[in-house]
């Protein structure tokens, strides 16, 4: 993701005080892709889209929109919108004025002004409810006014900072599907914030997911979720199963050895960046799954098995929700049938299925110094 | 029902110290209004507005001018304090601000006199830099000392009340509107005076109330005539015991403020529906 995009971020840092919220950050963005910045509450997601605004002056590197600087320019010298996560309406405006405000500060006649209002309105379903104040508003609708406003005055770039998180489950649901389709028809560019994994997923071109003020890892959404280049975005992607294992590269294939919590296993390399030694295992509770009985011995191949013992089970929908105990570790595996608690069962991860890392020196994290911080992060991407 | 006698006991006391330190008065002086040696009439009010139209209108005039510059006064620096972006101005404005709050009136009158007098500082400064001659130099001693003494004084609370709450307000929408391109004079009269509205009228209305019970001021500053009414009610009780015109005059302040409240209400109840 090297090429000249539309927007291009540079070397960008940026904090508050002291404290640095973002570090030399290199991004481009193309002309019409929809970009997500997913991370955990403090990894500078917002602030990156603030210092994009206009509204964050940022301590170093650049920021160029089509081609022209806009690192010291104003916010609204920058052919930019925001649309905010508190969604800021004036509540004292109906709901006209608020869409219409942009354009009365351009000194366009009101006959204009009432003629984009109204086709603003009718495009985002909020016909005949013009005179209306904010308050009088649900979420939903409050949302689309102040999607409106910022789209009032045809910005190229749409900035959306977690526009959703307001809404409740069921709305948020098809306002992903609304927004999406609403930047593909428009054409235009829409960088968004979101911390919910499962959002960036379905409206974004491309996720970009920003740790502690750098960039762990950017691509398409499967890119992302089948081939994470880290434990982080593993993690954040949902692979939330962690085993510790010992291998050995042998040409195209890594041999797993046999250790106190797994059975021996050759797996093909498939271009993973692996070395001899210690290394560190993920998978997704819905990617496994749950056979009985013991196993023979031998190397599986192609998959990975653990020996385990059933602690729990519920039901979320879908699948059973197994905790397998595993050595010294709980692990959660999704299987179609019930097992009973206390069943010996064994975890079966086929190979495509199991990202594996170099471990670090310290069992988590891709910079081990930061363990907790870390293991918050995974838990709080499961929140959504 | 022991219960709600002993409600009825805990209440008691605050009940008493409003019946008897603030209705009984206020009742007394009403029916004193009335009061002539003839009986009850309207003779203490025709005598008012005959020696005193004036001094009403005067009243009048400069407190509402005054309540004015408190709104513009108290409006920008609160204004300034909330959207300024020099962060060692707005934080010297926010020290600064707030000392005429802890002065009381009777020391402003008395601080004004000295400042505005014909030979006082402030002709004294002016002269000095070469801007008036001696012979130009007027007194502030009338009028425009009351509306300066007053809104020294009654800023600083107005803006006290209007800074919380434009502090409390949404920074987003402010952002909102800056990203649209509103300037920070309009996003102020646009979108963070309407928003603090009702703060600005509850201070403006009791700042009203406050200048017009204020006895030292138009004492200290301008003690001819015209003058306030706070002042001709002193007079008369002072000088001839004539509680009779001096409860009437009394009663004409009180709708002037009972007009301004009204207007309030009026007003938040149009928000409220």
């Known amino acids: 993701m090297t090429q000249e995009g539309f927007l291009n971020i540079a070397g960008l840092s940026a904090g508050y005080g002291a404290t640095r919220v973002l ?35 940022p301590s170093g590197g650049s920021i160029s929109v089509d081609g022209a600087d806009v690192t010291r320019q104003p916010p609204d010298k ?54 209306r104040k904010p308050g009088a508003l649900s979420g939903g609708q409050r949302q689309r006014v102040a999607l409106g406003r910022a789209l009032a005055i045809d910005p190229q770039i749409l900035l959306l900072d977690e526009p959703l998180s307001n809404l409740d489950a069921r709305i948020r649901l098809k306002v992903r599907h609304d927004i999406s389709a609403l930047q593909k028809r428009l054409g235009i560019t829409a960088v968004h914030v979101t911390h919910d994994r499962e959002e960036a997923m379905v409206m974004a071109d491309r996720i970009v ?13 499967q890119e992302l979720y089948n081939r994470p280049a880290t434990p982080f975005v593993a993690a954040f ?3 939330e199963n962690r085993i510790d294992l010992t291998g050995r590269i042998a040409g195209d294939r ?30 997704r509770a819905e990617a496994a799954s749950l056979l009985t009985g013991e196993g023979d011995g031998t190397a599986t191949r192609d998959a990975l098995e653990l020996p385990g013992r059933v602690e729990a089970a519920s039901y979320p929908g879908g699948a059973w929700r197994h905790s397998v105990r595993v050595g010294e570790d709980t692990l959660l595996v999704d ?9 010996a069962v064994r975890i079966r991860i086929p190979a495509e299925a199991l990202f594996l890392f170099v471990r670090q020196g310290h069992p988590a ?5 930061l363990s907790d911080g870390t293991e918050g992060r995974v838990l709080e991407a499961s929140e959504s | 029902m022991p219960r709600r006698l002993l409600g009825l006991l805990l209440v008691l006391p605050a009940l008493t110290v409003i019946l008897f330190l603030f209705v009984l008065p206020l009742a007394l002086s009403v029916v004193g209004a009335f009061e002539t040696e003839a009986g009850y009439g309207l003779d203490n009010f025709t005598k008012s507005f005959a020696l005193y139209s004036s001094d009403i209108l005067f009243t009048v005039v400069i407190v509402g001018l005054s309540t004015c510059l408190i709104g513009l006064f108290s409006i920008a620096i609160g204004g300034y304090l909330t959207l300024g972006e020099n962060p060692r101005a707005v934080a010297i404005l926010r020290w600064l601000y707030r000392w005429p709050l802890f002065i009381p009136f009777i020391v402003v009158g008395q601080v004004l006199r000295t400042f505005l007098a014909k030979n006082g500082l402030m002709n004294n400064i002016l002269v000095g830099a070469g801007l008036i001659t001696p012979l130009q130099a007027v007194s502030f001693l009338d009028w425009r000392g009351i509306v300066i003494a007053f809104v020294w004084k009654q800023t600083p609370f107005v803006t006290l009340l209007l800074a919380g709450a434009m502090a409390s307000v949404d920074r987003g929408t402010i952002e909102a509107a800056r990203n649209l391109g509103a300037s920070r004079l309009r996003i102020l009269i646009e979108i963070l005076v309407p928003q603090v509205a009702t703060t600005l009228m509850v201070g403006l209305v009791l700042s009203f ?9 138009p004492l200290m500053i301008n003690a001819q005539s015209p003058t306030m009414l706070t002042a001709d009610i002193a007079f008369r009780i002072n000088a001839y015991g004539d509680y009779g015109v001096a409860n009437a005059l009394g009663l004409i302040s009180l709708a002037a403020t009972a007009c301004v409240a009204w207007f309030y209400l009026r007003q938040s109840m149009k928000e409220r529906g």
Not at chain 1, 25 to 45: D, W
Not at chain 1, 255 to 269: E, F, Q, T
Not at chain 1, 335 to 343: N, R, V, Y
């Open chain 1, 78 to 131: 920058r052919g930019m919108a925001l649309v905010f996560q508190s969604y800021a309406l004036w509540p004292h405006m109906t709901v006209a004025q608020n869409i219409g405000y942009g354009l009365k500060l351009r000194g366009r006649p009101k006959a204009e002004i009432a003629k984009r209002v109204g086709e603003l309105e009718d495009l985002l379903g909020l016909s005949g409810l013009g005179g």
């Open chain 1, 23 to 57: 570090e030399g950050l290199n991004l481009a963005i193309g002309k019409g892709e929809f970009v997500a910045l997913l991370g955990s509450s403090g990894c500078g997601k917002t602030t990156l889209l603030r210092a994009i605004a206009g509204f964050v002056k």
């Open chain 1, 365 to 369: 994290g891709p910079e081990g110094s």
């Open chain 1, 335 to 343: 299987s179609p049938e019930p097992f009973a608690l206390g069943a």
């Open chain 1, 254 to 283: 890594v041999i797993i050895a046999a250790g106190l919590a797994n059975a021996a296993a050759d797996l093909a390399l498939d271009g993973r960046p692996l070395t001899d030694g210690d290394l560190e295992g993920r998978f």
């Open chain 1, 209 to 221: 997911i920003l740790d502690r003020g750098r960039i762990a890892q950017q691509g398409t959404p």
């Open chain 1, 237 to 239: 992607m949902g692979a």
């Open chain 2, 209 to 217: 109330v406050t200048m017009m019970s204020v006895l030292s001021v």
